[in-house]
Every structure is written in structure tokens, then in C-alpha cells.
């Protein structure tokens, strides 16, 4: 952050202010993913007839989503009674102790169902914009003093109003971002008034913030100044207070002076905008206002959202940023705050009170850790005795019992480590320089603080304690307590929560790391989004994992560069998204082995644990599928792998696909390197938690081991079922129908298995017959979007991806593949009969003409002349080869003469 006592020697008040218009941002291209999406959706064609294989979305079924309400709900069932899961979820219901705490349970139903899918980009669809969107439009509307309008996309207009998730400042960031990364003007640096922002915010904006300091007394002054000796090279004035009306008017004139644009991240209501001053001039476009629900009512602090309103190509390139950062906005937040809001986007202050939040609810005693963080002295802090409800009593023995049985945990652990350091040191006498594992200062298991409380009574206390900052402090603890629970292998001390995808995990340990490159499996999701540059390594012929290329490729880089590991990683997905496969512990094993002892950091994307899509008899036989943490454990133990470089390996596990809650927009990470999570968590700190999704997940959790598994197993079952109804419907349909042998490749631990087309043209594009298909509302994704080697395009150029999630049934998903089928062959022949080559009849007219002498001397001349001719061709590909690539490395390219004697000259 820039100070003011250093701009005296830059560039004079008298240079000319230009009058080209400052803000035009580079054209935002999406996805090819999003391209085909976008059109698919927007096809004129019936909503029943379209075919939607390219939607990501988890597995919605009917009978998993009761389950997942039973368990979150407490209710005590056996698994053959879920046929009845209807009935006894209403029985729950009718049972509440109040008409409130059903209203509440109803809410966490239909939340729960809400979260399976991913939200739209920006929050909401234009054609059918939401309840929350609504709201908030009419607040801006009708439900405020003053109204000032903007854009939510009716009746084709571009959208003014952008959803965010993680707050204000998560907005301020990403707008920030796309103010460095697309905006064509230079003018990218920023005037603060006033104070400095926080260095999580500003950590990927490379240009100057100038601050005018809090404590000046003129801020007019401070601000204008600063535009005269900085007026071509700032852009904006960022406002961070609200001023009164003679300040904002004068800064609006300032602006609309200097063309800069105003970033407003204020939460001013429409009567004290800065968008009310400017627009009154005529340019309602120079204002970009960012604001939290908290503008509404300041008790609305409950809520990891925010809103970003202004020019459309400004909230346009923010919902990219955000969905390559963070992925979509969260749909459990944007749910609870619709809750709390009325029709006219007001705040529900009956509701509120109905709620049992009249006043603000005292400090609790629950245990309390900092965010992501657990080594908190006051870990076990004992519950007040003057606690006037049972829950206080309760607590206290619960905790009594854990203290117990986590002291057992710690002698247990210590004595495991020290009897497999033992072992090691009879074996290899040079290890015993190795440092010693740290035993843990707190217990080594995370305790639980609503562990005495129903699932009621924890609906109740998080209705009631929204505006609480400590209560989400407990919630985060008990979540992460009953995650760990369920998977003990990771380390209590060093897990916690992020509110967002892992994708966003992603980004945050490139931005607080100082990450620059990632070497990944070929065929991955895009990473490309979070690193600023990846290296694809080939997969074996069967699309799994190569240990020996990746290990290849990672000494490639450190032969390059010895100090490569201090900015490169190593990413590794298993079971694969992309390709569905499930790669071996072997060659996992391998890979960490050589990478940790080499102090190269290894993160496992767990975007999948434990998905095995296969008959129940087959999936048990083949579970676990084990997390890279759980294969370094092992080779700890057995003395493969030391304890310090296990340090070394990171895992960030999503809910998303695994828990079938996708748009709840939440992950657990495990660092174990403190000095690497104490950045990562700072550079997290002004990312607000999504609480509602928080809570979903702990009520799941804390049902233990068990029956999470349960819901696992009839997850994975469910896409069997829709697997094997894919298979069986292309497998029936006759030769005829399928000239080009179409083919279902099953997925064996994600849910995205691949339909193959084995007899593919070469000369055929298969990324313009799926804007083909895209066009007739048939959604499906090449797998030359995720293809980065030729090893993988060979295969991604006849393949698509297709996916068993989404709401369609078994029965329903072969009818859709079936008229898929249909519709790809004839796709496949109209490119095939634009490209065909339609040649002269060997017998017929011409054959006797051919036979006269003249004619005959001159088809002779010809054809010399054409022979010469594609001679002079394969020159000239030779020679364009050469300039870009060398001998050696065009004698490794696979059907090269083919590519010359057959594709180039069909094309020509």
C-alpha cells in the first residue's frame, strides 16, 4: 500500500488528463464447457426433449435425499425402512416440540435438497432469477427511501447485480482481480479513501493502492491531489466510508473530472450512494457498489454473501473470476438469507424475534478454536455451572467423557510412534538423526461442543445465535470434530473448513504460497484456473496414472531448475474426475515416495473419496480407495517414508460429489507443514464461512462412520444402476443404427463415464459436432476440452463425456442415450458427406473417352503435373514441421504420414 509522503517527486499536476473513455475490459470468453452449456440451455427446444450430459451436478435421486435428511434430522432407523423415509420424515416433522422448530426443520429440508446442484453463474439465472435476487431487486426498488434501479437480465438484458460468495471483502477481491487482469487500460491503479485494505484482499492486484490515511481531516483534498499527480495512470477511487452529502457530491464531481471510475464498498443504502451523485449527472455507469446484507439490517451479519452492482461488463467478468476461483456462489447462504428476508427484500424482523433472537446472545462457553486453527490453550474451557438449561449440564459430561477418552488416544499414539520408531531404527541405524514427531500440546482428537445436544436442540442454538461470531467458531469445531471422526487419518491439529470449493483451496495456496506451477495428471479438470501455469503428464493407454512419466517429468523440472520445488507442485486427483478411473496405491505410492523425500509438495484433490461405481457385492470387495494421506501413513509405518516428509503432502477433500452437495460450496483441508498453514489460514480470514452449509455437513457427520457409509454406499449404487442403464442402451442398438460404433467407457470412481466413438473419421471435428449438438439442446462436452497432450488427444478427439448425475432416472437416462446415439451418428455423416471426396465413376461415359489418344496424352500430363504438385505439398508440410518442432521429436508423432497422405489432402 502506497503512503502519500512518497508521490511528491512523481509526475506533475500538469500533464493532460485523457479523454478516452477508461473502462473498457477485454472481451470475457468462456469456457469451452460454459460455451456449450450456454447454448444448450438457451435452445429453442422443449425442456423435456433436451438432453443434458453436460451438466456436472452430483446424483439427485429421491430416496438418497431422504436419507441424507434422516440422518441430519437424528431419527433413528433401520435401512429397511427407507422405502418409508416419506412417512417417517412427516412423523419427525408432526413431532416438533413447536410450530418454530418445524418451520426450521422444513427450512433445512428444502436447503438440503437446494445444495445438491451447483447455483448459476453470478447466483442466478435471468429466466428464472430466484427468490433472493428478487428480494434484493425489490429492496432496491421499493424497500429503501430512494430507488435506484439495475439490470437483472429481463427480457434479454445484460445483468447488473452479481451474487458473491464469502462477503464484501471476497468481492472487493475478485473485483480487484478483474480490474488487473481485463482491463485494456493501464490505468489500473486505485485511490483508497481512506486506510489501507487488508493484504488477503489486495495479495493478486500488481498495481499501486494509495491510501489517504484514516486520520485525515480533508479527505477532498487528499483525494484530489492524488488524481492531479497520478491522473493518467489512476483509474478508480475506491470509498470505503460514508461520507456526507457535500463530500460525496464533491467526489462525484472529482470523478466524473479526472475519468476514474468509483468502487463504493461501503454499504451504502440508495440515499447515500455515490451512484445517486454521479447518476444524477447523467453517468450511472462510473460506480461499481459492492454491499453485504448487513446494508438491509446490521444483524444480517449471518450470511457469506455479498452483492456487486454496476456497469454489466464489470459484473460480467467477476462471475468468471469467481467461478475460476471459487467456483459458483453458495446455495445453502443464499437460502438462509432469502429466509430472513421479506417480499420486499426487508429485513423479517418477526421472523427474527420468532427465532429467539430479540437481543444479542452473551459470549457462550462452548470450547472455541480460532479459524482453521486448533491450538487454542482454552480448548477445553469448562461450561459456566450457572447455565440456567440442561444443554450446560450436559455438556460438561460429555466433555468429562471425552477428556477421558482422548487421554487414552494420546498414550495410545505416543506409543504407536514410538514402538514404529523403534522398528525403524533396528532396521536402518542412520535414522535415528530423524526428527521426532511433535506430540500434539491439546488432545490429539477434536472435541465436539454440541456433542451433548440433539440434532433439535443444535437447529435450535444455530437459529438463534445467527448473528454470534463465537457460535460459528463452535459450529466450525463440531463439524471438523465429526468430520475427523469419520476420517481419522487426517490430523485433528491440522485440518479446518473452507467456504468454497476446492478449487478455491487451489487458489488460495497459489496466492499464499507463491505458487507458480503445477504438473498434473493429462485429462484433469481444469486446474488451469488456479495455477498460473500447468504441465500436463500423459496417462498410461488405459487413462490411469503413470508414476514413472510423472516422476520423469518432476525431475525434468528440477534438473531445469533445482529450486523448482519452492514454487512448483505436484496435483494429484484420485479417483481421476475426469476420466472416472481409479488408479492404483502402487503407483500413488511411488509417486509420493520419490516427491515428499525430495521436498516436493504433493496436494491430493479429493474431489471423489470413496466413490466405486460398481455392483454393491463388487464395491465392497473394492473399498477403501484410499486417500494419498492414507498410503503415506502406511508407508510411515512400514518405514518407507520418513515422518518429515510426510509434512510435504496436502489434501484438500471437496463435499461436493462426495456428500452430493455441490452447491453447498464446502471443503476440509489437511496441512501439516504449520508454517504453510498459518499463511493459508491468513490469506483466508476475511473469507466469511457459509454457516448453513456448516451445518448440514455437521449434522451429517456427527451421525458417525456408519451410517455416512451407508449413505455412500446407496450413492454409489444409484450410479451403478444409472451406469449400467447407459451400457445396456448403446450396447442394443443394431450395427445399422450405429455405423460408427458408438460405445459407453464405464466410470469406475467418478460419474463421469465416456461415450466413445471407435470408428471416428479422422477427418471429422469432434468439437464442432458438439456446438452441433449444443444448438439442438444436446449438452455434450468433448474430451478434447480437458485434452493437453497427443497422447490424449488421440483418445479425447472420439470421445465425449457424459455424466450419471442430475435428476433423471436409470429408465429415462437409456432413453435420452438412445436418441443421443441417434442424433451423434447423423451428425457424424453430415460431416462426413461435406468432407467426402466424391470421385468419377471408373465405368461409363468416360471410360471410352479416356481411351482416345489425345485425351489420353494429356490425363498422362496431368497427372504428372498433379504428382509433382503433391510432391510440392509434402515439401512444404515437411519443412512447416520442421520449423516448429525438430526431426526427433516428428518421428514420435503417431500417424504422421497418415496425417499427410490422408488427412491433409481430404481437407485440402
Known amino acids: 500500500m502506497a503512503n502519500l509522503s512518497h508521490i511528491s517527486s512523481q509526475p506533475s499536476a500538469t500533464q493532460s488528463v485523457s479523454t478516452k473513455f477508461p473502462f473498457e475490459l477485454r472481451k470475457v470468453r468462456p469456457s469451452r464447457i460454459a460455451e456449450i452449456s450456454r447454448t444448450a440451455a438457451e435452445a429453442n427446444v422443449p425442456k423435456e426433449q433436451k438432453i443434458e450430459f453436460h451438466i456436472g451436478n452430483p446424483i439427485q435421486d429421491e430416496y438418497l435425499d431422504r436419507l441424507y435428511n434422516l440422518l441430519i434430522s437424528g431419527i433413528d432407523f433401520e435401512l429397511t425402512q427407507l422405502e418409508n423415509s416419506q412417512t417417517l420424515l412427516q412423523e419427525f416433522l408432526q413431532g416438533c416440540d413447536t410450530p418454530k422448530l418445524r418451520q426450521l426443520w422444513e427450512l433445512i429440508f428444502a436447503t438440503a435438497e437446494k445444495a445438491i446442484a451447483y447455483m448459476p453463474t453470478g447466483g442466478y439465472s435471468p429466466k428464472a432469477p430466484g427468490t433472493l435476487i428478487r428480494q434484493f431487486r425489490n429492496w432496491l426498488l421499493a424497500g429503501q427511501d430512494e430507488a435506484l434501479d439495475y439490470s437483472i437480465g429481463e427480457n434479454g438484458q445484460p445483468t447488473e447485480i452479481a451474487i458473491v460468495s464469502g462477503g464484501p471483502q471476497e468481492a472487493l477481491k475478485l473485483l480487484l482481480q478483474v480490474i488487473e487482469e481485463y482491463l485494456l487500460n493501464e490505468r489500473k491503479n486505485i485511490v483508497v479513501a481512506s486506510g489501507s485494505l487488508d493484504p488477503a484482499v489486495c495479495r493478486a492486484f500488481k498495481h499501486k493502492l494509495f491510501a489517504v490515511p484514516e486520520s485525515s481531516d480533508d479527505i477532498l483534498s487528499e483525494v484530489e491531489f492524488l488524481l492531479r499527480q497520478w491522473q493518467n495512470q489512476v483509474g478508480f477511487v475506491l470509498v470505503r466510508k460514508i461520507y456526507p452529502e457535500i463530500v460525496r457530491k464533491e467526489l462525484a464531481r472529482l470523478a466524473l473530472a479526472h475519468q476514474v471510475m468509483i468502487i463504493e464498498a461501503n454499504d451504502a443504502s440508495n440515499a447515500v450512494s455515490l451512484a445517486k451523485e454521479i447518476g444524477l449527472e447523467g453517468q450511472n455507469d462510473r460506480v461499481l457498489r459492492i454491499v453485504s446484507p448487513q446494508v438491509i439490517d446490521p444483524r444480517l451479519v449471518c450470511t457469506g454473501v455479498a452483492f456487486l452492482m454496476g456497469r ?18 453458495s446455495a445453502t447462504e443464499i437460502k438462509l438469507l432469502s429466509f430472513l428476508l421479506n417480499e420486499l427484500g426487508q429485513f423479517d424482523e418477526k421472523r427474527w424475534i420468532n427465532l429467539g433472537n430479540t437481543t444479542r446472545k452473551s459470549k457462550q462457553n462452548f470450547p472455541i478454536s480460532s479459524i482453521g486453527n486448533n491450538n487454542s490453550e482454552n480448548s477445553h474451557e469448562e461450561v459456566s455451572a450457572a447455565s440456567p438449561t440442561p444443554m450446560g449440564l450436559k455438556q460438561f459430561f460429555q466433555i468429562a467423557q471425552n477428556v477421558g477418552r482422548y487421554t487414552a488416544e494420546v498414550v495410545t499414539r505416543v506409543a504407536n510412534i514410538a514402538s514404529h520408531l523403534s522398528e525403524r531404527w533396528e532396521n536402518n541405524p542412520n535414522l535415528t538423526e530423524e526428527k521426532l514427531p511433535s ?7 477434536r472435541h465436539d461442543p454440541f456433542a451433548g445436544l440433539s440434532a433439535s436442540e443444535v437447529v435450535e442454538e444455530f437459529f438463534s445465535h445467527l448473528d454470534d461470531p463465537h457460535f460459528l467458531a463452535h459450529l466450525d469445531q463440531a463439524f471438523l470434530a465429526a468430520f475427523q471422526q469419520v ?16 478449487r478455491m483451496g487451489l487458489s488460495t495456496m497459489v496466492e499464499a504460497w507463491g505458487l507458480r506451477e503445477a504438473l498434473i495428471t493429462d485429462l484433469s479438470w481444469s486446474v488451469e484456473d488456479a495455477f498460473p501455469k500447468t504441465i500436463a503428464v500423459p496417462l498410461d493407454s488405459d487413462l490411469r496414472l503413470n508414476a514413472e512419466r510423472m516422476i520423469a517429468a518432476v525431475q525434468s523440472r ?13 496435483v494429484i486427483n484420485n479417483p481421476h474426475n475426469t476420466t472416472g478411473r481409479i488408479n492404483s496405491e502402487d503407483a500413488i505410492a511411488k509417486i509420493l515416495q520419490f516427491c515428499l523425500e525430495n521436498g516436493i509438495r504433493v496436494i491430493d484433490d479429493l474431489s471423489y473419496f470413496d466413490v466405486i461405481i460398481a455392483k454393491p457385492e463388487e464395491r465392497a470387495a473394492r473399498l477403501p480407495v484410499k486417500s494419498c494421506r492414507e498410503i503415506a501413513n502406511e508407508m510411515v509405518r512400514q518405514g518407507q517414508l520418513s515422518i518429515t516428509a510426510s509434512t510435504n503432502l ?8 462426495t456428500d452430493c452437495k455441490a452447491g453447498a ?42 451410517r455416512v457409509q451407508q449413505f455412500w454406499a446407496l450413492r454409489d449404487q444409484r450410479m451403478w444402476q444409472r451406469m449400467e442403464a447407459l451400457q445396456n442402451a448403446v450396447s442394443e442398438i443394431s450395427t445399422e443404427e450405429n455405423p460408427f460404433e458408438l460405445t459407453v467407457i464405464p466410470a469406475e470412481g467418478a460419474m463421469y463415464p465416456h461415450l466413445l ?17 449444443a444448438v439442438k439442446g444436446i449438452g455434450l462436452i468433448p474430451m478434447t476440452a480437458f485434452a493437453r497432450s497427443e497422447e490424449s488427444f488421440e483418445y479425447a478427439n472420439r470421445c465425449f463425456r457424459l455424466t450419471l448425475g442430475g435428476t433423471l432416472s436409470a429408465n429415462k437416462m437409456a432413453v435420452k442415450v438412445r436418441r443421443l446415439v441417434t442424433e451423434l451418428t447423423r451428425q457424424v455423416r453430415r460431416e462426413v458427406e461435406h468432407y467426402t471426396l466424391h470421385r468419377l465413376p471408373k465405368n461409363g461415359v468416360l471410360s471410352d473417352l479416356v481411351k482416345h489418344p489425345d485425351v489420353k496424352a494429356n490425363f498422362q500430363r496431368y497427372e504428372t503435373q498433379l504428382n509433382n504438385l503433391i510432391e510440392q505439398i509434402y515439401q512444404l508440410v515437411d519443412a512447416h514441421f520442421h520449423k516448429w518442432a525438430p526431426r526427433s521429436q516428428i518421428d514420435k508423432i ?5 496425417f499427410v497422405e490422408k488427412y491433409l489432402p481430404e481437407r485440402l
Request: glycine fraction near 4%; hydrophobic fraction near 40%.
Open 312 to 329: 454489466y461488463d464489470f459484473v460480467e467478468a467477476l462471475n468468471l473470476v469467481h467461478f475460476k476461483k471459487k467456483g459458483t456462489p
Open 439 to 445: 506430540v500434539p500440546t491439546r488432545l490429539s482428537a
Open 487 to 502: 476420517h481419522p487419518q487426517f490430523n485433528a491439529d491440522c485440518i479446518g473448513s473452507l467456504s468454497g470449493s476446492a
Open 558 to 570: 528440477l534438473a531445469t531448475d533445482p529450486q523448482w520445488p519452492e514454487y512448483g507442485v505436484v
Open 650 to 657: 496436502i489434501t484438500i477433500c471437496s463435499i461436493s460429489k
Open 665 to 706: 460450496r464446502l471443503a476440509v483441508y489437511e496441512i501439516l507443514d504449520e508454517k504453510l498453514r498459518n499463511k493459508f489460514e491468513q490469506a483466508l480470514h476475511t473469507v466469511e464461512k457459509n454457516r448453513m452449509a456448516l451445518l448440514l455437513s455437521y449434522l451429517f457427520y456427527r451421525r458417525g462412520s456408519e
Open 757 to 773: 466413438v471407435k470408428r471416428m473419421p479422422l477427418y471429422v471435428s469432434i468439437d464442432k459436432i458438439a456446438s452441433s449438438l
Open 894 to 898: 503417431k500417424d504422421y504420414r497418415e
